[in-house]
Nanobody, 116 residues
C-alpha cells in the first residue's frame, strides 16, 4: 500500500558528503515516523536515524550522531538524510523506512560507498 523510493546514493571519498532522500507514495495516512537503516555486507541491518512526523523529533545512532542530520517535509511525505564527513565504515545499503498505525514499510535501498 505504501511505496518508498530512495535516491541520492553514490560513491564518495572519505570526508565527503551525500544527501539521501526518500519519497513516500500510496497509502501514507497515519505516519508516525520515517527514518533510515543501513546494512553492510556480512552485517546486521542497523538503525541510523529517525524523525517523528508530527513533532520532528530526531534520534540518531551513536555512530552517526553529529554527522548525519535527518529532516522531513510533511507536505511532500519525504525524509532526507544529510551525510557529512563520511567514513569508509559508512559504506552500506541505506534503507528508508516508514512506521505508522498501518504498519512498517521499507524502501528498496540505495548504495552508499565511501572510499578511503
Amino acid at each position: 500500500q505504501v511505496q518508498l523510493v530512495e535516491a541520492g546514493g553514490g560513491l564518495v571519498q572519505a570526508g565527503g558528503s551525500l544527501r539521501l532522500s526518500c519519497a513516500a507514495s500510496g497509502r501514507t495516512l497515519n505516519i508516525a515516523r520515517m527514518g533510515w537503516h543501513r546494512q553492510a555486507p556480512g552485517k546486521e541491518r542497523e538503525f541510523v536515524a529517525t524523525i517523528s512526523w508530527s513533532g520532528g523529533r530526531a534520534y540518531y545512532a551513536d555512530s552517526v550522531k553529529g554527522r548525519f542530520p535527518i529532516s522531513r517535509d510533511n507536505a511532500e511525505n519525504t525524509v532526507s538524510l544529510q551525510m557529512n564527513r563520511l567514513r569508509p565504515e559508512d559504506t552500506a545499503i541505506y534503507y528508508c523506512n516508514q512506521d505508522g498505525l498501518g504498519g512498517h514499510y521499507w524502501g528498496q535501498g540505495t548504495q552508499v560507498t565511501v572510499s578511503s
